[in-house]
């Protein structure tokens, strides 16, 4: 199969999952805490078993490797060399059980170790992003451009707290956002990395900073889309 095949049926998972998060976004929700601010609802597990169901369908030898599947094992399986899909089914649950539209299905696919396909679908805001490596990023089928700004000064940053609240952790978060401010325009937290780097590949933000993220569902997505936006991905 092709990758533009691959883009295609990441694109129907995608979609179809949205509608899952859609339907469920103006319900009542039943919340589980995977820990003491990370949240887990039926939503996302219900997501995650159709993306990964109908991407099996179609490509039965692929690896899969997903954000629930992965903390119900209590492990992430190793990225190895053969095609692997890396799914967070629904980034921004704590966004999606306050009723706070910054929610995605993001869908990434690695082959030979290398961020190939990336797919991140907000289906509140209806927002499509989409990539192929060495192909462009577009928004709706809409080619777009990372932001050109090279003034620290004039930047808006996107970056997260976190999910940890021990004291080390806060302190190191609000001492590095300290920090930051004296040196941008200013600073966003909005609650799903995988539409933040989106953000950045838009032009909508120009930086997008976080340490400690749950996992490479997070980010195995807009990798892609960011990269062929033209812009740049540091993991120091």
Request: hydrophobic share 40%; charged share 25%; net charge negative.
């Amino acid at each position: 199969m092709s990758e533009e095949q691959f883009l295609d049926v990441a694109v129907e998972a995608a979609k179809n999952a949205g509608e899952i998060i859609r339907k469920g976004f103006y319900q009542t929700k039943n919340v589980e805490h995977k820990g003491q601010v990370d949240l887990v609802t039926e939503t996302d597990k219900a997501c995650e078993d159709f993306i990964f169901n109908h991407l099996q369908k179609h490509f039965p030898d692929h690896k899969f490797i997903g954000e629930e599947t992965s903390a119900a094992l209590g492990a992430t399986a190793d990225l190895t060399d053969e095609p692997t899909w890396i799914v967070d089914p629904l980034d921004g649950t704590t966004n999606f059980v306050h009723g706070f539209p910054f929610v995605c299905v993001s869908i990434g696919l690695t082959i030979g170790k290398i961020p190939t396909v990336g797919v991140v679908y907000n289906p509140i805001m209806n927002e499509l992003f989409t990539a192929i490596h060495g192909k462009g990023a577009f928004l709706n089928d809409s080619p777009i451009k990372a932001s050109s700004q090279d003034e620290l000064v004039k930047a808006l940053l996107v970056t997260e707290a976190g999910t940890k609240r021990d004291k080390n952790t806060l302190d190191d978060t609000t001492n590095r956002i300290n920090k930051l401010l004296y040196k941008i325009r200013s600073i966003r937290m909005c609650g799903s990395l995988a539409l933040n780097m989106c953000g950045v590949a838009c032009g909508r933000l120009d930086l997008c900073y976080e340490l400690g993220f749950g996992g490479p569902w997070d980010v195995a997505a807009g990798a892609v889309i960011l990269r062929e936006a033209g812009g740049h991905v540091f993991d120091p």
